[in-house]
């Protein structure tokens, strides 16, 4: 065999084993760009989010949490958390921030049955966040159900700054049960609810209820673009400048 032939050779090799190890790789499971507390949502996770996060974080969550990939759907069946988030860089800023639930999907859809709470606490970022997308967000509820996020640090450090819900591009849809979205006191800015370049819509069986903390500025509900009430009910409350 010439030298020609045996580099044919060893490339055809190479080229063999790769595919067959990028085919192993892709077996064992895809991961996902969504984040409950500190854990990323993988094939792996996705059936039993509560027992993923307290193997790390051990009794930060109780109840139901589950993704569907094929419709994006995080479902919350009285599922509670209580600790620390996911840290990242903002996106206009690149600032140091933090949040419960971090998701960078297209479109992240919340089903959320009977009582639920995310609250956020310990944050040491400087900017704290409940959930934090950088996509749209559509809140759907089985019967009566309600979610209510907040970003109340226990810390004991404010943030500079506090905001419950956060969508960085998109638009937030309220379809059906309750949204509340409680942010702390902050140095700079406190906003239950902030979307960022996007409408917010909120359709006859939805409620929105954003709650600013104390702070040098302090908004319940925060819109760049429209807000659209169609038979829903929307409460925003700011705390002291």
Known sequence: ??????????????WLLTGALSGIALATGSSYPLWVGAVQVTDANKDDLTQAINAIMPNVAS????????TNTLLLNDFTYTGEGVFFAEKVSGVSSTAVIYSELETLRITVVNTNLLSHTGATAQYSYGIYTTG?????????GELTVDDSSSSGIWPERSIG??????????????LSAIADEA???????????????????????????????????????MLVIRGGVVKGVAGKA
């Open 187 to 225: 140095e700079y800015l406190s906003t239950g609810v902030w979307c960022f370049n996007g409408n917010v819509t909120v359709n006859e069986k939805g409620t929105l209820i954003g709650i600013g903390g104390d702070s040098a500025i302090s908004r319940g509900l925060c819109v760049s673009d």
């Open 165 to 178: 819900v956060n969508l960085y591009k998109g638009e937030l849809i309220v379809s059906g049960g309750s």
């Open 136 to 144: 749209n967000l559509n809140i759907t509820a089985e019967s009566t």
């Open 63 to 70: 109840g139901t949490a589950t993704y569907d990939p094929t």
């Open 1 to 14: 065999m010439n030298r020609k032939h045996l580099i044919c050779c060893m490339l055809l090799i190479f």
